[in-house]
């Protein structure tokens, strides 16, 4: 039996290639409300966030030909690209994880709250989990970005 489970939901992560498209289904479709863009040049994307009822979707663009994401998207075309798991001490969770043997890489720590990996899709069924601690709140999600 498995313990407890490991943290909860925060977000999902969807790889598009131009947020300008994807916008019209999201916010015209479902009613998604945008809450701010972040781009990352040196790690080539932007992600665009929204609320949909309280919960977190995050749209990750690519940001030249360079991007990570163009390769993702060539590979797998758009769609679910990670999601996140948000836990108390993400640090002790993914030494826990390594422990048993699963793969987990791109660690970083972002200060002394803040650190993530990824849980290899090899290890995980397919799917990119990212696991962190000290993400924000929807409503201080946009300041949280900037002081990173």
Avoid: C
Wanted: hydrophobic content about 40%; charged content about 30%.
């Amino acid at each position: 039996m498995a313990e407890r489970a490991i943290g909860k939901l925060d977000h999902i992560g969807i790889a598009v290639r131009s947020v300008a498209e994807a916008r019209k289904f999201f916010e015209g479709a479902l009613g998604a409300r945008f809450l701010y863009e972040h781009a990352n040049p040196d790690a080539g994307y932007r992600i665009f966030e929204f609320d949909l009822n309280g919960f977190t979707l995050e749209l990750l663009e690519p940001l030249g030909k360079e991007s990570f994401l163009h390769g993702f998207l060539d590979k797998h075309g758009e769609g679910l690209h990670h999601l996140t798991l948000d836990v108390p001490d993400a640090k002790k969770r993914i030494a826990e994880l390594k422990e048993k043997g699963i793969k987990v890489v791109n660690e970083r720590e972002y200060g002394p709250d803040s650190y993530e990996g990824f849980v290899s899709p090899r290890s995980s069924h397919g799917v990119l989990i990212q696991i962190g601690s000290g993400y924000p709140t929807l409503a201080r999600a946009a300041e949280w970005f900037e002081k990173k």
